[in-house]
């Protein structure tokens, strides 16, 4: 396997991780900050360490003319999917719900990557994805057997707004993949968190109230690994990422965010964890290191 595919691979391992804790993070951070106001400042915190990462190694930190189209794109669709859309599905989804859900990104990016970036499925990442997919398919049977048909109702926007952030995403894989943003990728990051928070800032002053009196020092840590490592470090390793792989061997890798956000909910919030995670924890793992090789 070549040197800049195992980075690539290293990469991916570091993003699936920190996004797949954040999924718990995120539950418990709505027992006390607004969830739109909470990814408005953690956003905030994000894009000031980053630009003062970029001036620390002289980046350029304006974009040529002609790539603010592409970075307008690629924000909203990367960015504004999981600030924007993906909170709305906490309020009707436990955190390991919708991390399943959400996960049905790879399938939609490997469609996508056919006849918009030639990446003709091999056997190896067709076998990967289904066998990865199983894995996620697992965890969700596990979680619905024992839900009353009422209730999967009441829960159907929570999983229209998942099912959109999933479709956002994709998209912004194969985008991101088809026309990078030609510029240094800490400030690249930076003004895509910055302009794909601008819905998320409207949403907020429109309907939320801050009170920071709410907030513990669990909110506080929430707010720090949010701004931290959800999106300073998870973007920046993903955008990299994304360079040295196929965007379907990328988006297939992603599958492990739903297994690592279904065992760190398990031992954050107490949500079930037991056999049937592992088992789909293996087949999960077995999927992305079968679709690597392809």
């Known amino acids: 396997m070549s040197s800049a595919r ?3 691979l290293g990469l991916l391992l570091v993003t699936a991780a920190a996004w797949g804790f954040n999924w718990p993070v995120m539950k418990l951070l709505m ?25 620390a190694q002289r980046d350029a930190l304006l974009p040529r003319p002609d790539q603010w189209g592409r970075l307008v794109v690629a924000a909203i669709l990367n960015v504004t999917s999981w600030s924007g859309v993906a909170p709305l599905s906490l309020f009707w ?19 996508l990557a056919w006849p918009f970036l030639g990446e003709r499925p091999t056997w190896r990442r067709l076998a990967g994805l289904v066998l990865g997919l199983g894995g996620v398919t697992l965890l969700m049977a596990g979680q619905l057997v024992s839900v009353p048909a009422a209730v999967l109702a009441e829960k ?6 998942i099912l959109g952030t999933a479709l956002m995403f994709a998209s912004g894989t194969v985008f991101t993949k088809r026309f990078p943003v030609q510029m240094p990728p800490v400030p690249m990051v930076a003004w895509q968190l910055g302009i794909g928070m601008l819905p998320v800032v409207a949403v907020a002053l429109a309907f939320e109230r801050l009170d920071l009196s709410r907030v ?6 929430c707010l720090a690994y949010v701004a931290v490592i959800a999106q300073c470090l998870a973007y920046l390793a993903w955008f990299q990422a994304l360079k040295r792989l196929p965007a379907s061997t990328a988006a297939i890798g992603s599958l492990l965010v739903p297994v690592i956000g279904v065992f760190s909910s398990g031992l954050v919030l107490d949500e079930p964890l037991g056999l049937r995670q592992m088992a789909a924890l293996a087949m999960t793992l077995g999927g992305v290191a079968l679709a690597s090789r392809g």
């Open 93 to 111: 989804l436990d955190a390991s719900e919708a991390a399943i859900i959400a996960y049905t990104m790879p399938v939609w990016a490997t469609i």
């Open 6 to 8: 195992l980075q690539g």
């Open 216 to 221: 513990g020092i669990i909110g506080w840590g």
């Open 156 to 161: 159907l926007p929570g999983v229209a707004a």
């Open 31 to 55: 027992q006390e900050w607004p969830p739109y106001f909470f990814r408005v400042l953690a956003g905030g915190g994000a894009i000031l360490l980053l630009l003062t990462i970029a001036l």
